[in-house]
């Protein structure tokens, strides 16, 4: 039948693009630079988790009969022994992707003993089972798996909102934004994996067909995503760094329990002293700079990144990003007030936003309407 001969090319070119992925995961060069080991550990992992579905993809092809029906065990132990390994490789990826590191990583890097463990679980099973005892087993990996894609859904987003606030309380623009996409491969890789299981009970060749189509595009798009993570990486790498501000809050209560008490603590008088420079810097509105970052903010105040992150979130209760846009739409809305007729490229440029569709973004979340509305509303702009 036609359909059986597509779904055989869709596994051989799967099983292609995963092997010339892998290989160039594993030979395309990564500068010797120690800023790159995130990468490089999310790299060589993709390699394995490319490799491995390639050589499963073609060990399936070599269990199909002359009809071209492939038995339904071996399709229960190729999909379980790959949800296995992708899931655990693709999360290690994505948190390394993301800078995440810490007792989460020491963990992650424990794990491949365990779903290595699984895997021969797996094969050992299909070799020593019977077709009913086989079944048994596959209930009891299924388990495995999805208490597995909890972990590691947890894991992924708790780190995930981490990186987030970590960009947010670096940045004055929206830089998370240009890594959304490893949360987008993330859930879409978990949903491909609840999908293969789905495959391995509604056996249509029609089905797994369109999952073949599917995980083509999938994969060569995480492939082409991966190689080029350095360039993403340039814009993020200076945030990577700044800690998270429940890590800055227990180091500075730590060190405020040393000082004796006196009328006022070490960071009293500290927080007294930023708010004075604080009051210039706003006064002079350098928050309208374009490239502004906590850095940038901190060696003008001649204070420490990790400290000022610490007083906006606690003492102002809010990101560094958020605060800076929030100064920045009260900046063009004076704008605006003073000159009703401003262009809005100018209103854009003297307020600080790097184009327009950040400033009308940023206006709208700010105070649930469009400029053009806010205008009416302050009575600046007729009704018609």
Same mark, same amino acid.
């Given at each position: 039948?036609?359909?059986?001969?597509?779904?055989?090319?869709?596994?051989?070119?799967?099983?292609?693009?995963?092997?010339?992925?892998?290989?160039?995961?594993?030979?395309?060069?990564?500068?010797?630079?120690?800023?790159?080991?995130?990468?490089?550990?999310?790299?060589?992992?993709?390699?394995?988790?490319?490799?491995?579905?390639?050589?499963?993809?073609?060990?399936?092809?070599?269990?199909?009969?002359?009809?071209?029906? *492939?038995?339904?065990?071996?399709? $229960?132990?190729?999909?379980?022994?790959?949800?296995?390994?992708?899931?655990?490789?693709?999360?290690?990826?994505?948190?390394?992707?993301?800078?995440?590191?810490?007792?989460?990583?020491?963990?992650?890097?424990?794990?491949?003993?365990?779903?290595?463990?699984?895997?021969?679980?797996?094969?050992?099973?299909?070799?020593?089972?019977?077709?009913?005892?086989?079944?048994?087993?596959?209930?009891?990996?299924?388990?495995?798996?999805?208490?597995?894609?909890?972990?590691?859904?947890?894991?992924?987003?708790?780190?995930?909102?981490?990186?987030?606030?970590?960009?947010?309380?670096?940045?004055?623009? @929206? $830089?998370?934004?240009?890594?959304?996409?490893?949360?987008?491969?993330?859930?879409?890789?978990?949903?491909?994996?609840?999908?293969?299981?789905?495959? =391995?009970?509604?056996?249509?060749?029609?089905?797994?067909?369109?999952?073949? *189509?599917?995980?083509?595009?999938?994969?060569?798009?995480?492939?082409?995503?991966?190689?080029?993570?350095?360039?993403?990486?340039?814009?993020?790498?200076?945030?990577?760094?700044?800690?998270?501000?429940?890590?800055?809050?227990?180091?500075?209560?730590?060190?405020?329990?040393?000082?004796?008490?006196?009328?006022?603590?070490? *960071? @009293? $008088?500290?927080?007294?002293?930023?708010?004075?420079?604080?009051?210039?810097?706003?006064?002079?509105? $350098?928050?309208?700079?374009?490239?502004?970052?906590?850095?940038?903010?901190?060696?003008?105040?001649?204070?420490?990144?990790?400290?000022?992150?610490?007083?906006?979130?606690?003492?102002?209760?809010?990101?560094?990003?958020?605060?800076?846009?929030?100064?920045?739409?009260?900046?063009?809305?004076?704008?605006?007030?003073?000159?009703?007729?401003?262009?809005?490229?100018?209103?854009?440029?003297?307020?600080?936003?790097? @184009?327009?569709?950040?400033?009308?973004?940023?206006?709208?979340?700010?105070?649930?309407?469009?400029?053009? =509305?806010?205008?009416?509303?302050?009575?600046?702009?007729?009704?018609?």
């Amino acid at each position: 039948m036609l359909i059986n001969e597509l779904y055989t090319l869709g596994i051989v070119v799967l099983g292609i693009v995963l092997t010339l992925f892998g290989i160039v995961f594993l030979l395309v060069h990564i500068p010797d630079n120690k800023e790159f080991d995130n990468y490089r550990q999310a790299r060589r992992a993709m390699a394995v988790a490319y490799l491995f579905f390639a050589v499963v993809n073609f060990f399936e092809l070599a269990f199909r009969d002359t009809d071209g029906h *492939i038995n339904i065990m071996v399709i $229960k132990m190729v999909t379980i022994s790959v949800a296995f390994s992708q899931a655990y490789l693709f999360t290690f990826a994505c948190l390394r992707l993301l800078g995440a590191g810490g007792g989460l990583h020491k963990c992650l890097g424990k794990e491949p003993v365990p779903v290595l463990a699984l895997v021969a679980a797996v094969f050992i099973s299909f070799c020593v089972f019977d077709e009913t005892a086989f079944d048994i087993a596959v209930y009891v990996f299924m388990t495995i798996y999805f208490a597995a894609l909890v972990y590691y859904t947890w894991s992924f987003t708790t780190n995930y909102r981490r990186f987030c606030r970590r960009m947010d309380n670096y940045f004055s623009t @929206d $830089k998370a934004a240009r890594l959304r996409w490893v949360a987008i491969v993330f859930f879409t890789a978990l949903g491909v994996g609840v999908t293969a299981f789905a495959a =391995m009970w509604f056996t249509s060749t029609y089905f797994a067909f369109t999952f073949d *189509i599917f995980a083509i595009w999938f994969y060569s798009y995480f492939g082409f995503r991966l190689i080029n993570y350095l360039w993403e990486f340039e814009h993020i790498h200076t945030a990577i760094d700044i800690p998270d501000i429940e890590d800055v809050i227990i180091q500075e209560e730590e060190e405020e329990e040393e000082e004796p008490e006196t009328a006022l603590t070490y *960071i @009293d $008088k500290t927080n007294i002293k930023l708010e004075q420079k604080l009051e210039k810097w706003l006064a002079e509105k $350098k928050y309208t700079d374009h490239s502004l970052t906590i850095d940038v903010l901190a060696g003008e105040l001649a204070t420490n990144k990790y400290y000022l992150s610490r007083y906006i979130n606690t003492l102002k209760n809010k990101t560094f990003r958020t605060w800076i846009n929030e100064l920045r739409i009260e900046e063009a809305k004076r704008l605006m007030f003073s000159n009703p007729n401003i262009s809005v490229n100018e209103i854009v440029s003297k307020s600080g936003f790097v @184009d327009k569709s950040n400033y009308f973004r940023q206006f709208s979340q700010q105070t649930g309407r469009t400029p053009k =509305m806010w205008l009416k509303e302050q009575g600046l702009l007729s009704e018609k």
